[in-house]
């Protein structure tokens, strides 16, 4: 693993990209004489709104192409869900063009889940059960469409990569690092329930963590922050993702990390049994906004910037 720069944190909020010219894959490793290298965008142009980009950073390196088509891959239909509305049909920003690009890449962009078009790939629940003896109620619940866990950490996993090889890059070795230890995604969540009870915890309990990394991009539709715990080697992240999916988690000394998520509290559900003869059951909580006031994640708090 390459050092760790010194405690001053590095903050990007010019309109310039960062280019590395790297010698090694940033996400597997493996040098290029051995696998053929691509040119990468961290951020991908389409990840986020069209033209978002164009006045803000993104960081450029070489990858290679096996890593680079996994993580484009992730990238469509993630993307095209992010930017789809809530289940009450309320999109995460105010801005009309955006609706309409998000319809369209909506219908152009497939589910992994459903194998349909992203826009077609609502949740649509029947529950049916009987109210009281004789009495049988019916109702549907609808929610947008979902990101799988495990498709949401897998992307996490190669941005938060690029951006460590980044900050341990040596521009006279032409080599970044990788953290030692343990990737631990701990949740995703949609702005609406930015502000439950184990976020907040998580928030709380982090702000205080010297900053090694933080950046915002793309009219703030890409944000990203790395913070060190004070005595172990075990780093907190979080990413957002197009003003609607923030993803959390640590990496590194697994113990460490495992003995903060121990004391974060566990979010409660309601599980829904749809009926006697069906063993299938559905389980519900009651989502929690964030007020901007109280958001701190993405805060610097730091010295003024340049």
Excluded at 45 to 70: D, S, Y
Excluded at 106 to 135: A, D, F, M, Y
Aim: charged share 20%; net charge positive.
């Amino acid at each position: 693993m390459a050092k760790e720069p010194g405690p001053s944190p590095i903050v990007l909020k010019s309109n310039r990209p960062i280019i590395l010219q790297n010698i090694t894959c940033t996400y597997c490793g493996k040098g290029f004489d051995s696998s053929r290298s691509t040119r990468e965008h961290v951020i991908g142009r389409r990840f986020v709104p069209k033209g978002k980009l164009n006045n803000g950073w993104n960081l450029i390196l070489n990858a290679c192409e096996a890593c680079n088509n996994l993580k484009s891959t992730l990238e469509d239909d993630i993307s095209a869900i992010s930017l789809q509305p809530d289940g009450y049909g309320k999109f995460p920003h105010n801005d009309p063009n955006l609706s309409y690009y998000a319809k369209i890449k909506g219908k152009g962009s497939q589910s992994r889940h459903t194998g349909k078009p992203v826009s077609e790939s609502r949740e649509n629940i029947q529950i049916k059960g009987e109210l009281v003896s004789g009495v049988t109620i019916a109702f549907s619940l609808s929610s947008p469409p979902q990101i799988s866990d495990d498709r949401a950490f897998a992307l996490a996993h190669f941005h938060l990569a690029a951006f460590f090889y980044f900050i341990t890059f040596n521009a006279d070795t032409k080599l970044g690092g990788f953290w030692p230890g343990a990737f631990l995604p701990l949740m995703q969540t949609r702005q609406q329930d930015w502000g439950n009870k184990r976020q907040l915890k998580f928030m709380e309990l982090i702000s205080s963590w010297p900053m090694r990394f933080i950046g915002e991009t793309a009219e703030s539709f890409f944000k990203i922050v790395i913070r060190r715990h004070p005595t172990s080697e075990c780093w907190a992240w979080a990413l957002e993702w197009n003003r609607n999916i923030r993803v959390i988690g640590f990496f590194g000394d697994r113990s460490k990390a495992q003995e903060i998520v121990d004391t974060l509290p566990v979010l409660e559900f309601h599980y829904i049994h749809p009926s006697e003869a069906d063993p299938h059951s559905y389980r519900s909580r009651q989502e929690v906004p964030l007020s901007p006031s109280d958001d701190i994640l993405f805060q610097y708090g730091g010295p003024p910037l340049p």
